[in-house]
């Protein structure tokens, strides 16, 4: 729904729009696989976690890819916002009975937008706790480099931080196994030959997302570390 | 057959509307959801009282005239037919069957069950034509075409313009009935030389007429009469990514 325009096309036309949130949202699925597997050196300890956690933030290639996916996230984000209000004014009378039967959301009772801005929130909160959460300082080989394992460790020694996280990553599964296959869809790449496979990538994604990142707080709170 | 009808009422576009109930009684299992309404009316005439406002006209599944949500699903229970088509017989005894007009603020309720639809028509107008030459009937095998390419333009054809698919879906969007018609006339020859501009204009008008924006969650392809799939938006979501990017259309 952009404003009536005598322009043949708009960057604000639907499609490009949906067109957007898919290429920030295929980036940033790029990004999920990217922190899942710095997250899985938890798994080999503090001097190999803090190690890697030490090269990420002193890496100018890294700072730079992390501004970029803030400005991809901000982009997802607003787009996301407004694709929300306009989908609520194309329809302000709703239905009194609605039954839902669809094949292209296996859960469609839990949409894309209930799903992204719990993610929205969940995002900005994990930064808060883990990223700028508490600072402590070790020395690993001769250099003094920030222990971000204690500041994991610490934080999901308690239940109520793990449920949350686990609920978050709940509603990220929901919404990439979604958003994935709906990203190729949107830029038009839909064939009978490969779309099976599309829907089963995305199926399978959802899940390496959900287990992946899951089992992580759950492996430190059953005391492991 | 026994049923209660609950159908929603409303005067005219700017009254509110409520639902109203009606007992029907002695219904025949053959009879139409549409013949039971039209028994409804003639009651409601007799009475000297206002008669159910609904659309329809060919009662034959073909000229997507008829549309209603029946009991939350645009042409009631049952796949790849119109509400036309659907017999009391798919309905439980006794059962209470909510009727609806189509929800879309792109739709306004003219009265009782009747919507305006004409934002199809404007789409149509928009783009979905194609530039024949004038003078003698051309020799129809003038043009070849290949067989997979008429029978998913074919497939496309099928659209009713019914709106079924603006009605079921989440953000009543028209992407299924505007991608149909982009699809089938780009698949044929004859729709080449306007196939970018098509795209460009169909969509742009669609956009101004207030519906929302596809999330893909195939509610369209669910409820649509003609089962016309959602593999269609994503040939119009290519052709438009191409028209904008690499055709010479730019006014």
């Given amino acids: 729904m952009s404003e009536a325009t005598s322009e043949l096309y708009s960057w604000r036309a639907s499609i490009i729009k949906k067109q957007l949130m898919a290429l920030t949202g295929l980036m940033m699925c790029g990004f999920l696989l990217v922190h899942l597997a710095g997250n899985l050196l938890l798994l080999k300890g503090s001097d190999v976690f803090n190690q890697f956690a030490y090269l990420m933030v002193n890496n100018p290639i890294i700072i730079g890819l992390e501004w ?28 009194a009975v609605r039954s ?113 990142f899951g089992m992580i707080p759950i492996y430190f709170l059953l005391g492991y570390s | ?53 609904f659309d329809h006209d060919c009662r034959e599944g073909i000229c997507g005239m008829c549309s209603l949500v029946i009991n939350g699903r645009p042409h009631g229970p049952g796949a790849g037919t119109t509400t036309c088509q659907l017999y009391m017989r798919s309905f439980a005894d006794g059962e209470t069957i909510v009727v609806e007009p189509f929800r879309a603020d792109a739709f306004p309720v003219v009265k009782d069950l009747i919507v305006d639809r004409s ?10 034509y194609v530039t024949v030459t004038t003078g003698q009937t051309p020799e129809a095998n003038d043009i070849l075409v290949a067989k997979e390419n008429a029978e998913e333009a074919m497939d496309a054809a099928a659209c ?19 991608a149909a018609k982009v699809s089938h006339l780009s698949l044929l020859p004859q729709g080449q030389p306007e196939k970018s501009r098509r795209v460009l204009t ?23 009469p003609k089962e016309i799939s959602i593999g269609h938006i994503a040939r119009m979501n290519r052709q438009y990514l191409f028209a904008m990017l690499l055709s010479g259309e730019r006014s």
């Fill in chain 1, 68 to 95: 970029l996916l803030l400005l991809v996230f901000l982009m997802h984000t607003t787009i996301g916002f407004r694709l929300i209000l306009e989908n609520q004014r194309a329809r302000t009378k709703a239905y």
């Fill in chain 1, 100 to 212: 839902t039967v669809a094949r292209g959301s296996k859960f469609a009772f839990i949409s894309m937008s209930v799903t992204g801005p719990l993610m929205m929130v969940f995002i900005i909160v994990h930064l808060f706790d883990l990223k700028f959460g508490s600072e402590y300082l070790v020395v690993q080989s001769d250099l003094e480099v920030r222990d971000l394992y204690r500041t994991v460790v610490e934080f999901y020694s308690s239940e109520v931080n793990v449920a949350i996280y686990i609920a978050a990553m709940c509603a990220t599964a929901l919404h990439v196994q979604h958003g994935f296959w709906s990203a190729f869809q949107t830029f038009g790449l839909s064939h009978a030959r490969y779309n099976r496979l599309v829907e089963l990538s995305s199926d399978v994604f959802a899940l390496v997302i959900l287990i992946g």
């Fill in chain 2, 1 to 53: 057959m026994r049923f209660t009808l609950r159908i929603w009422r409303q005067a005219q576009q700017e009254t509110t509307g409520r639902f109203v109930d009606f007992a029907v009684e002695d219904i025949p299992a053959e009879m139409s959801l549409l013949e039971l309404l039209d028994s409804i009316n003639r009651g409601l005439i007799l009475e000297s009282a206002d008669p159910v406002a």
């Fill in chain 2, 119 to 128: 934002a199809f028509d404007r789409i149509i107008a928009a783009g979905g």
């Fill in chain 2, 160 to 178: 009713i313009g019914c709106g079924a698919c603006v009605a079921a879906c989440k953000n009543a969007s028209a992407m299924l009935f505007v």
């Fill in chain 2, 202 to 224: 169909m969509v742009r008008e669609m956009d101004q007429s207030g519906f929302g924006n596809c999330s893909n969650e195939a509610e369209c392809e669910a409820v649509c």
